[in-house]
């Protein structure tokens, strides 16, 4: 009896270490642009599409609903938005897309500019919320916040 009492005490604690390393590698999750697109210009601001890919550290498939994000330059809130659900595949990358709006304009030629959010993943048994912020490069950020 003790054997068997041992036994799932150590399967226990097993998962219980598994699920917090992959809880802490689903938490390093990164995004990157991989395409942005001017859709158009109206009185209330531009509209943009977003592409962003992201990539899955965990062994966990995790499944996102909507996603909604800011894009802040130079601490100054430029607009936001909303990607389409996706589904991240363990260890792998998926790309997913969406759209944003664009309300306000920079002041600066260089803005350091991030996006920042929160994605609400889906697991079989509970749903955790990880949040990102991404900091695109340079060239990313002239395409997207610049109008041309």
């Not at 689903?26 to 859709?39: C, D, E, P, R």
């Not at 792998?92 to 920079?106: A, H, M, N």
């Not at 749903?127 to 990313?140: A, E, G, R």
Request: net charge negative; glycine share 6%; proline share 4%.
């Amino acid at each position: 009896m003790a054997k068997k009492a041992a036994a799932v005490l150590i399967i226990l604690v097993s998962l219980m270490v598994f699920g917090y390393t992959q809880y802490a590698s689903a938490t390093q999750i990164n995004a990157k642009i991989t395409q942005s697109k001017l859709l158009e210009k109206s009185d209330k601001g531009s509209l943009y599409n977003l592409e962003l890919e992201f990539d899955n550290p965990s062994l966990l498939i995790l499944s996102a609903g909507k996603t909604e994000f800011t894009i802040i330059a130079n601490d100054k809130t430029l607009g936001g938005g909303e990607l389409d659900p996706f589904t991240l595949p363990a260890l792998g990358k998926t790309t997913t897309s969406g759209t944003w709006l664009r309300d306000q304009v920079s002041d600066s030629d260089n803005p350091e500019v991030k996006i920042s959010g929160v994605t609400k993943y889906q697991l079989l048994f509970a749903s955790i919320d990880v949040p990102f912020t991404y900091y695109p490069t340079y060239d990313q950020t002239r395409e997207f916040i610049q109008d041309a």
